[in-house]
């Protein structure tokens, strides 16, 4: 079963291939001799004899290559610089003085399903607070394709001044201008050296090299944390009423570092450093790439310097699901996001000839299909290629399919696309199947031509029916809007899973937020379904990704903020999580989509977000660089990895035991080892002790901790079971005993720790895995 992140890769690829083709190739390979490095620089080992940083970078540059020059200079979130070497030239650079690591950049790409145009709906109405006006002051700084100003979600009526600390711009270039920016959108700024550098200068008839988006992404997610109310949103009728972001009080601040090609290292390096320096609170990554230790990965030492001048930070979990140890952005000073379904669906009917009526969805706007049955095929059956099941562009045989309706199985191109390849053939309509990898998971897009999304139970029905009836038809009648599904929310499909391969003992994705079918504002530069051939232009579109997810906990952070300006990120992340559900209303826990059974922290982390909750969560784990560091000796990391990453000399205490499980973290996982020999007895068992710390943010209270567990296999002993905080900020520790017996490698079990007073409950989640 191929992931769905295999998928998209190829997707993108294919997009990029499209897009750019020949231009591209030839200038790639004009640039391809050298290789864009980031270099991380000690300062305190300059040389006197230099005035100024970049003079000393410039020197150290100079002594491996002639021509190299400078792409970006950092200075807020580590000290370093960015430019084009060749491998040679990177290792000479690597021993010379004050030279703490040279890193070659990563590429990373967008955590949407980038077909754009899934479909939803944010009005969960207990998502969203009371308006608040401490929140105006926090500032939420997103990092992705730019942004669409021009918006009603940008209306910057009642707010007041820009904040007297904001020290962000609004650069002018093509089609942005400074009047772009107001009191809701207070900044803009693009990052292209890197992209440039690889690709060459950016072609302008294709993208703005500005703020302005030409995607969607990212004006789709800054509207999500931050967009001011607009009545009558929708996306043709679909999804209607009042869009708003999570934070509509706060500022939002425009970081462009995501272009056609995708988003550089060096150029979201540059963006996460300007906007710690321009001052946001909390910084937006619905971005992600392939997964490497912290001191390799541009994303989690941006937001270790980011987190360490106390902004928060929300990165994408990534849609590599329903597969195992797919996630992206685990450094646990990240707040790791996963996306569930929303209680909303778009439905549309499949009647089939038989006189059977299967539910799907869609977003479909044109003109309906008649009442009357039309001529049924499958793709694979139509097709002059192998896999002609996928309905991939130019594969369908217009003989076969003219004046019928197409099934085609979900992969490899877009959701979207397909369509289009349906109706190129002369197709009147598709029924767009799900496959073991995406499960009962409905996707709804806004399809060119009139199509059911259907989950894989009816996807195998329909094609019983089709495979056994000599004279197949269906017709398909779509619905609009239907509130109060049940049950939601469950955990999407696409949403990345644990274990953390990084760090197995720390649970990763931390929660789960709304990120299937959201509507949330667009771009006028391109339609719905993202699709050249779309020449729709909508003001609200509706998609689907963890890309999705994450700006919603990002405007739930700025909220925190601004009830909490005192609060610590590590302290504003304990609230989201230890307040999160994990269960229904009836008590049932909530279901993965991919396998319609309960899913498990490894799926949902802490839960689901529970806003309202997570304002007064009574305690909190708090933690500070200190811990983080403590948490990288005992990783073993060597002073100059530590000071790659967080900019301190600092050596571990030799004789001191650091353990990784002792992070002040809000949840525990467990990794235990399979004994190898046989029989069990006390050979076979493993004692781990794990300590936290918490604080008091409430009142004063005794709260007593209950421990709920589905296995047998681990004793579970809190130490003490009862904790009395009599004043505020007050700290008291507490240590968990496992005491595990050896099962099978592979087997996974969870239990979950809960401190009560009368009012609060402080829940954790707590997951074991032995190997
Ligand atoms: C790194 O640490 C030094 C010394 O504490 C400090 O002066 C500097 O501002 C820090 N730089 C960053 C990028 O945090
Ligand atoms: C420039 O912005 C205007 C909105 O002010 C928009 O109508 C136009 O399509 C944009 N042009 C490009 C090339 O993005
Ligand atoms: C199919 O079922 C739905 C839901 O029960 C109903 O609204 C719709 O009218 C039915 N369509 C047909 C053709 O029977
Ligand atoms: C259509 O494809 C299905 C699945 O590959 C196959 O079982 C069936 O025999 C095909 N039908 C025809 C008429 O070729
Ligand atoms: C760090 O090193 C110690 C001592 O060699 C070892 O016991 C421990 O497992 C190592 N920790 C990690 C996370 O590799």
């Known amino acids: 079963m191929k992931s769905l992140r295999f998928r998209l890769l190829f997707i993108l690829t294919l997009l990029i291939t499209i897009t750019y083709h020949a ?142 600390s904001w020290k962000g711009e609004c650069e002018v270039g093509k089609n942005f201008s400074s009047s772009s920016c107001n009191r809701k959108l207070i900044g803009a700024r693009s990052f292209s050296n890197g992209y440039e550098s690889v690709y060459g200068p950016i072609d302008e008839n294709i993208e703005s090299k500005s703020p302005r988006d030409d995607d969607g992404h990212g004006t789709h997610t800054s509207t999500t944390t931050t967009g001011s109310a607009v009545a009558e949103a929708s996306l043709f009728g679909y999804a209607p009423g009042t869009a708003r972001g999570m934070a509509t009080h706060a500022r939002v601040a425009i970081y462009k570092v995501c272009w056609n090609g995708g988003c550089f290292g060096s ?25 490497s230790d912290y001191d390799r990965d541009s994303i989690a030492i941006g937001a270790y310097g980011a987190m360490s001048k106390g902004v928060f930070i929300s990165c994408s979990a990534g849609n590599g699901g329903p597969g195992s140890s797919t996630l992206s952005n685990v450094a646990p000073w990240i707040t790791t996001v996963g996306a569930g379904t929303l209680d909303r669906d778009f439905p549309a009917y499949v009647s089939l000839g038989n006189g059977k009526n299967f539910s799907g969805v869609s977003l479909y706007s044109g003109k309906p299909l008649s009442d009357s049955l039309m001529p049924l095929v499958y793709g694979g059956n139509v097709s002059s290629s192998s896999n002609g099941n996928l309905c991939l562009s130019g594969s369908l045989i217009p003989g076969k399919v003219a004046g019928k309706i197409v099934v085609c199985d979900r992969g490899m191109n877009s959701r979207v696309q397909k369509g289009l390849v349906v109706k190129a053939a002369g197709g009147v309509g598709m029924i767009l199947t799900n496959t073991d990898s995406s499960g009962e998971e409905l996707v709804a897009d806004a399809h060119l031509v009139p199509t059911a999304a259907v989950g894989l139970t009816t996807a195998n029905a329909i094609k019983k029916y089709m495979f056994s009836d000599s004279n197949p038809t269906a017709t398909i009648a779509f ?86 300006p005192e609060w610590s990120p590590a302290a504003i992340k304990s609230a989201l999580m230890t307040t999160s559900y994990t269960t229904y209303k009836n008590g049932k826990t909530i279901q993965d989509v991919a396998t319609g059974k309960p899913a498990t922290p490894f799926d949902y982390g802490a839960g689901h977000v529970n806003p309202v909750s997570a304002l007064d969560p009574g305690l909190v784990y708090d933690a500070t660089v200190d811990d983080y560091l403590g948490f990288l000796c005992a990783l073993n990391y060597t002073s100059t990895r530590i000071k790659t990453v967080t900019n301190q000399s600092y050596t571990c205490e030799l004789g001191k035991k650091y353990s990784v499980g002792d992070l002040n973290y809000p949840s525990f996982a467990v990794p235990l080892q399979t004994s190898s020999g046989q029989g069990g007895g006390s ?39 009862s904790l009395t905080f009599s004043k505020p900020n007050e700290m008291k520790t507490y240590t968990v005993t496992f005491t595990a017996s050896s099962m099978p490698s592979g087997t996974t079990s969870f239990a979950r720790l809960v401190w009560s007073d009368e009012q609060h409950n402080v829940g954790s989640p707590i997951a074991f895995g032995w190997t």
């Open 23 to 164: 231009s591209v190739v030839a200038r790639e390979k004009k640039y391809q001799e050298k290789k864009t490095y980031i270099i991380h620089m000690e300062e305190s080992t300059m040389p006197v004899s230099f005035s100024d940083r970049i003079q000393w970078y410039d020197s150290s540059l100079k002594s491996v290559s002639d021509s190299a020059n400078m792409l970006y200079a950092y200075t807020e979130v580590f000290h370093g610089f960015s430019t084009r070497l060749t491998a040679e030239e990177a290792k000479s650079l690597e021993g010379q003085p004050g030279v703490l690591s040279v890193l070659e950049e990563m590429k990373y790409e967008l955590h949407t399903t980038h077909t754009p145009a899934f479909l939803g709906l944010e009005k969960d109405e207990a998502l969203f607070f009371p308006d608040s006006s401490a929140a105006s002051d926090v500032v939420v700084g997103v990092l992705d394709t730019g942004v669409w100003p021009e918006l009603k979600s940008f209306d910057d009526t009642g707010l007041s001044e820009v904040p007297k």
């Open 479 to 564: 619905q609009g809007t239907k509130l109060d599904v049940q049950p939601s929310p469950v955990v999407a499909a696409f949403s990345s899973r644990g274990p953390n391969q990084i760090t197995p003992d720390i649970l990763k994705p931390d929660l789960i937020a709304p990120g299937v079918n959201i509507l949330a504002g667009w771009t006028g530069a391109a339609g719905p379904t993202g699709l050249q051939e779309d020449t729709r232009r909508v003001s609200f579109n509706i998609i689907s990704g963890t890309s999705m997810s994450c700006p919603h906990i990002s405007g739930l952070a700025a909220l925190l903020k601004g009830a909490h």
């Open 267 to 291: 150029d979201l390096l540059a963006g996460m450093d300007k906007a710690v320096q321009d001052g946001v609170d909390v910084l937006s990554l619905s971005i992600g790439g392939s997964i």
């Open 683 to 721: 050979s076979a068992v493993t004692v781990v002790k794990y300590t936290r710390t918490l604080t008091n943010v409430g009142t004063p209270a005794t709260y007593k901790v209950s421990v709920s567990s589905e296995t047998q296999a681990v004793k579970i002993v809190v130490d003490p079971e």
